[in-house]
T-cell receptor, first 112, second 116 residues
Framework: SQQGEEDPQALSIQEGENATMNCSYK?????LQWYRQNSGRGLVHLIL?????REKHSGRLRVTLDTSKKSSSLLITASRAADTASYFC????????????FGTGTRLTVIP | NAGVTQTPKFQVLKTGQSMTLQCAQD?????MSWYRQDPGMGLRLIHY???????DQGEVPNGYNVSRSTTEDFPLRLLSAAPSQTSVYFC???????????????FGEGSWLTVV
């Protein structure tokens, strides 16, 4: 399987703290993306980082990519209760296929 | 724009029944796909289409059929429902899997299917 794997599977923090989620994958990639899913809803795109980039920021989100270790991390700073959701990484592999491969997700709970 | 619209939201089927999950997008996206989401397993690709008249299999295509007669619509058919097909199904679309901006995917809200 080309699926990525997120770590940890679940994370519970206090509001205001930072949350870090990690993603590991197996194949060479064109880009890696992070998505968010609120309970009972569809996934929403958060940020994309290309294989030639090492770090990217979007508001309170910071994504890093280490292609030598085939890993990425998503940092949410100053977390809010509204950040409670599941977060998925998705890889765009260099296989010529037209698809993204999603990880199993990290369930983040931010306690007010 | 409505984005990606899926129907129905919830459905209960008996084993052996057939049904179609509808998906439509109004963003003129070339690429459309169907995923299923099961607890602890992330999203797995069922079928996808890179344009009208073109479909292909994903990771878990068995038991499902698709067609793409128009750019807007991409229905998913369950031929003979089985309990193993109990899942949440998501339709998704994007401009192109290989455009320069990256293939950001837009998802529908999901269809909860239970096969008894």
């Amino acid at each position: 399987s080309q699926q990525g794997e997120e770590d940890p599977q679940a994370l519970s923090i206090q509001e205001g703290e930072n949350a870090t989620m990690n993603c590991s994958y197996k194949t060479s990639i064109n880009n890696l993306q992070w998505y968010r899913q609120n309970s009972g809803r569809g996934l929403v795109h958060l940020i994309l980082i290309r294989s030639n980039e090492r770090e990217k920021h979007s508001g309170r989100l910071r994504v890093t990519l280490d292609t030598s270790k085939k890993s990425s991390s998503l940092l949410i700073t100053a977390s809010r209760a509204a950040d409670t959701a599941s977060y998925f990484c998705a890889t765009d592999p260099q296989t010529g296929a037209n698809n993204l491969f999603f990880g199993t997700g990290t369930r983040l709970t931010v306690i007010p | 724009n409505a984005g990606v619209t899926q129907t129905p939201k919830f459905q209960v089927l008996k084993t052996g029944q057939s049904m179609t999950l509808q998906c439509a997008q109004d963003m003129n996206h070339e690429y459309m796909s169907w995923y299923r989401q099961d607890p602890g397993m992330g999203l797995r690709l069922i079928h996808y289409s890179v344009g009208a008249g073109i479909t292909d299999q994903g990771e878990v295509p068995n038991g499902y059929n698709v067609s793409r007669s128009t750019t807007e619509d991409f229905p998913l058919r369950l031929l003979s429902a089985a309990p193993s097909q109990t899942s949440v199904y998501f339709c998704a679309s994007s401009y192109s899997p290989r455009d320069n901006s990256g293939n950001t995917i837009y998802f529908g809200e999901g269809s909860w299917l239970t096969v008894v």
